[in-house]
């Protein structure tokens, strides 16, 4: 790092010393803790300090097992994209008005959750629900480790409640889907201009004469693979930059999805984010619980959840796929 390297060489070492500075960190802990416990078996056999050496080696002794602990989870295989931002989409499932309202709700949920962490929030594409909530939303979330929090959010959730187009108090079963894409760099990705078609289009939506009247939507299609993305902000310049920022993730989303499936093909169960057509959550309001089926955790605090307070199911996923982890390295 200290001979002169390249920008994005530069970036990609500073990221790759910052990872591995916990890692050091772990591992001078243990040593020291080791090196205090042969030195306190030393002083066994001084009279004047028996008593010290054995209290330090119940002590060290014990601190020992955490410590070993956390070296295991710090040597684990890391997820280069953890530490990124995050793009997040949300869109109705099955439910009609329902589904697009819950949407909404699970939105502002995210949203009230990375405030409360600092982050910062930026809706890039939305269109709206005819009763409230959204047909389809696409949200950058930026700030530190982002995409490690919120990247086992993907997949279908589920609500029971009794909507409020409902007159007759009946419990409905609605869902929308959840994908979070690590948000990628150009250093991540690779996209060559010729592969790339750019339309522009009428914005549609509020806005009033400058929509009507302006070319300002962006839509980009990737030829090779077919994904399409838009912007429909009232600048093109700034349109185009949003759009490929989208692209970019979804584009590093696919890569990392095909890195994970070719692991996967050799040894059991799948290293990544999962399968998003899998329904993974439920929101069930007449109970007041929230339900997580990957790990069989159900918690009444479904006020607070809805409000923004995801730790104890994220630290609880977190920790579930950390365990699967440690048991791979064990066979």
Do not use: C
């Amino acid at each position: 790092m200290a001979e002169g390297l390249s920008g994005d060489a530069y970036v990609a070492l500073s990221k790759e010393y910052s990872a591995m500075q916990s890692v050091v960190e772990q591992a001078r802990r243990y040593e020291e803790t080791v090196e205090g416990i042969e030195d306190a078996k030393a002083m066994l056999d001084d009279p004047e300090m028996r008593d010290y050496a054995e209290e330090e080696l119940a002590r060290l002794r014990g601190t020992l097992p955490e410590l070993e602990a956390a070296m295991q989870l710090a040597l684990l295989p890391k997820d280069e994209a953890d530490e990124k931002s995050a793009i997040i989409e949300i869109r109705p499932g099955t439910g009609g008005d329902e589904a697009s309202l819950f949407a909404g709700d699970l939105f502002r949920m995210y949203q009230r959750y990375a405030e409360a962490r600092g982050w910062k929030v930026e809706v890039l594409e939305e269109s709206a629900g005819e009763m409230g909530g959204f047909k389809e939303l696409v949200a950058s979330v930026k700030g530190a480790g982002v995409f490690a929090k919120l990247k086992f959010e993907s997949g279908v959730h589920r609500v029971q409640r009794v909507p409020e187009t409902e007159s007759q108090g009946r419990i409905h079963t609605s869902a929308a889907t959840v994908a979070v894409l690590p948000e990628a760099e150009a250093i991540d990705v690779t996209i060559a201009d010729g592969d790339l078609r750019i339309d522009t289009m009428r914005a549609s939506g509020a806005g009033g004469q400058h929509v009507n009247t302006t070319d300002s939507a962006v839509r980009i299609t990737h030829l090779p693979t077919g994904i399409m993305v838009t912007s429909s902000e009232k600048s093109q310049h700034t349109n185009r930059a949003k759009a490929m920022d989208v692209l970019r993730a979804k584009l590093y989303d696919m890569q990392r999805r095909e890195a994970d499936e070719a692991r996967a093909a050799e040894r059991k169960g799948q290293i990544g984010s999962g399968d998003r057509s899998e329904r993974i959550r439920t929101y069930n309001f007449p109970q007041g619980r929230v339900s997580d089926h990957r790990i069989n955790l159900t918690l009444y605090k479904l006020d607070e959840v809805m409000a923004g307070s995801l730790d104890e199911l994220i630290d609880a996923l977190t920790a579930d796929d950390q365990a699967g982890k440690l048991a791979d390295l064990e066979t």
